[in-house]
């Protein structure tokens, strides 16, 4: 939830609740209230805080999401780091158009079959 989320961002920032609202043009009162949850921030407000914490706003409203697509990306890289031939996979399908990649994904998996 977002109240958890910020909280936790504000936390392993070490930032008080006066000191982001000072960075973000609200009051401590405010930034107490989004952590409770008894307020929702407006979108300039949330713009603000992503801003501060440089995340995406995404990651302040659904946490658990981001952090499902933030863990696949995660591995994504990691398979881009140490195999070359992903490297070349990935290369070849910047360009690419959606029909392409389409293509190309039906051949590797027939591929795979044999």
């Known amino acids: 939830?977002?109240?958890d989320v910020l909280k936790r961002l504000r936390l392993q920032n070490g930032m008080s609740q006066e000191e982001?609202?000072?960075k973000i043009g609200v009051?401590?009162?405010a930034i107490s209230m989004y952590e409770s949850g008894a307020r929702e921030p407006s979108l300039e407000i949330l713009e603000a805080i992503a801003d501060t914490f440089n995340v995406d706003m995404n990651t302040l409203t659904d946490s658990k999401k981001s952090a499902e697509i933030s863990d696949e990306l995660q591995e994504y890289l990691e398979?881009?780091?140490n195999r070359e031939e992903?490297?070349?996979l990935f290369s070849l399908a910047k360009g690419?158009?959606?029909e392409d990649v389409e293509q190309a994904v039906k051949i590797?998996?027939?591929l795979?079959?044999?």
Request: hydrophobic share 40%; proline share 0%; charged share 40%.
């Open 108 to 110: 590797i998996e027939a």
């Open 27 to 29: 009051g401590k009162s």
């Open 96 to 98: 690419a158009t959606k």
């Open 112 to 114: 795979k079959k044999d």
């Open 79 to 81: 398979e881009l780091k």
């Open 1 to 3: 939830m977002f109240q």
């Open 20 to 22: 982001l609202g000072l």
């Open 86 to 88: 992903m490297r070349m």
